[in-house]
């Protein structure tokens, strides 16, 4: 190579190690920024909004306000959740693009004295972070600009739906916001006069109803349902909230007798709800009144949830027809129309006892087993049949299914299916049933029978998806 070359090679490269050095620097120079100061949650006071949409939230103790400037004596709670978005959002504002420093294209992106959306944050450690936002970006995110400066940047971010909210839409909403891990007791009182106790054990989901409860003759209670109340109680939000006229008691149903949850902690202290009238609405549309003591607020619950808190003591009683752990099972037996099936378990691998001939290509999936099996244990009756019903009657002495489960060294569980019961109001058919675990009479739904009717199908291998191989994977990716 020749030494001319050589040296132009040399300070070629010179030159490289010089642009990449300064590249950062020399583009930076004269570039638009919108560069916002670092903001702690913990010290911001205030957040206004003026402009197309009004609202001021303030710092109140631990909690947070939200009035609308025009109307400052009317004050509500704010949800403080919603307050730390805001706050997030704004730390996302980082190098948005500029877009244009022409003060007459403001009104083009909606970021003048009329269209505007102002935000104002007021913290304690230094000077508020005010902004403009405009409309929406092209590219998505929303146009905005500091306030006082003509610089128009495109942020793609939240900020904008975090801010953009009518003043209701910042009200606190959560009735209750407790730990069930707190909780101690549960006390249910209904408009009739009915009080149901329920006791928290030393474990997670561990309930009892409280000695000396009267409860009807073959009763069992329902841990899981006491849990799922308890869940339900610790994080109760509003739909809407009621004012003026709309909320009076008397207008509520709260003014009579009604229903009330009080939610006891281990603390001492104690959570009550309050709820209203029961709406007449078919399809669940309407409202329910709720109120919590020492909040003078008036919430406007779903109608499935203050459903869910109206329990009685029949709502907690265990309808399930099984009672086996399903890895321990041995033996599973179904019976319909006068054919068995019987399926065992030898040396830890389930297999056909029953039918001896099997039909031709036939092949047993024992994770189909396993299956029924977890659908049996969860099975439960719609309710109890009231009254006494004889065998039959119920057509139990000659079930349409039978369903037997053997646990070694345990008694063996039973389930028959007898005729129908009745028609429920959705319009779904039900059947007599009766299990080994009581000597109570209950309704299920007819699809069990249905089910059951499978038979040997029950437990066959199934053929894989289209587009799988035989081995489970896609095929292309044996």
């Known amino acids: 190579m020749k030494k001319g070359t050589l040296i132009a090679l040399g300070a070629f490269a010179v030159l490289l190690v010089l642009v990449l050095a300064t590249r950062e620097r020399q583009v930076s120079v004269g570039m638009r920024k919108l560069e916002l100061p670092k903001l702690d949650k913990a010290q911001v006071t205030a957040i206004e909004l003026t402009g197309t949409l009004g609202a001021t939230l303030r710092k109140e103790g631990e909690g947070w306000s939200?009035?609308?400037?025009?109307?400052?004596?009317?004050?509500?709670?704010?949800?403080?959740?919603?307050?730390t978005a805001v706050v997030e959002a704004l730390g996302e504002v980082k190098n948005p693009d500029f877009v244009t420093d022409r003060f007459e294209k403001h009104p083009e992106y909606e970021l003048d004295e009329v269209k505007g959306l102002k935000l104002k944050v007021t913290r304690g450690d230094g000077p508020a972070v005010e902004l403009v936002l405009g409309k929406t970006a092209k590219k998505g995110g929303v146009y905005l600009r500091k306030a006082g400066s003509n610089d128009v940047f495109a942020h793609q971010g939240r900020l904008e739906w975090t801010v953009r909210k009518e003043?209701?839409?910042?009200?606190?909403?959560?009735?209750v916001s407790l730990d069930v891990k707190d909780l101690s007791q549960l006390v249910l009182r209904s408009k009739e006069g009915e009080r149901v106790t329920l006791k928290a054990g030393a474990n997670p989901g561990e309930w009892s109803l409280a000695e000396g409860t009267q409860t009807p003759a073959g009763f069992r209670f329902s841990a899981q349902a006491a849990q799922q109340l308890a869940q339900q109680v610790a994080s109760l939000y509003a739909q809407d909230f009621l004012e003026g006229e709309a909320a009076a008691d008397s207008a509520t149903g709260l003014a009579d007798a009604h229903d009330t949850v009080e939610?006891?902690?281990?603390?001492?202290?104690?959570?009550?709800?309050?709820?209203?009238?029961?709406?007449?609405?078919?399809?669940?549309?309407?409202?329910?009144?709720?109120?919590?003591?020492?909040?003078?607020?008036?919430?406007?619950?779903?109608?499935?949830?203050?459903t869910q808190l109206r329990k009685r003591l029949v709502d907690f009683r265990d309808l399930g027809l099984f009672r086996f752990e399903p890895q321990k099972v041995s033996k599973l037996k179904v019976q319909t129309g006068g054919s068995a099936v019987v399926v065992v378990k030898e040396e830890g691998a389930w297999k056909i006892a029953e039918p001896k001939k099997l039909p031709n290509g036939f092949e047993l999936e024992a994770s189909q087993v396993d299956m029924q099996l977890a659908w049996l244990r969860g099975l439960q009756g719609t309710y109890v049949i009231e009254g006494q019903v004889t065998e039959g009657q119920a057509g139990l002495a000659s079930p349409a299914a039978l369903v037997e489960v053997t646990v070694a060294g345990e008694p063996v569980q039973t389930l028959r299916l007898g005729k129908a019961a009745s028609v429920a109001p959705n319009g779904a058919k039900e059947m007599y049933a009766r299990s080994t675990l009581d000597a109570l009479t209950y309704a299920v739904d007819e699809g069990v029978r249905t089910r059951l009717?499978?038979?040997?199908?029950?437990?066959?291998?199934?053929?894989p998806p289209p587009g799988f191989a035989g081995n489970g994977h896609p095929q292309g990716l044996e």
């Open 167 to 175: 003043l209701k839409a910042w009200r606190k909403r959560q009735l």
């Open 453 to 463: 009717a499978q038979g040997l199908d029950l437990f066959k291998r199934r053929p």
């Open 66 to 83: 939200v009035v609308d400037p025009s109307k400052p004596d009317m004050k509500y709670a704010a949800d403080p959740n919603l307050v």
């Open 263 to 306: 939610a006891q902690l281990k603390d001492g202290k104690k959570v009550v709800v309050h709820l209203g009238r029961q709406p007449e609405s078919k399809d669940g549309s309407a409202t329910v009144a709720a109120r919590v003591d020492g909040d003078a607020q008036v919430y406007a619950l779903p109608q499935y949830a203050a």
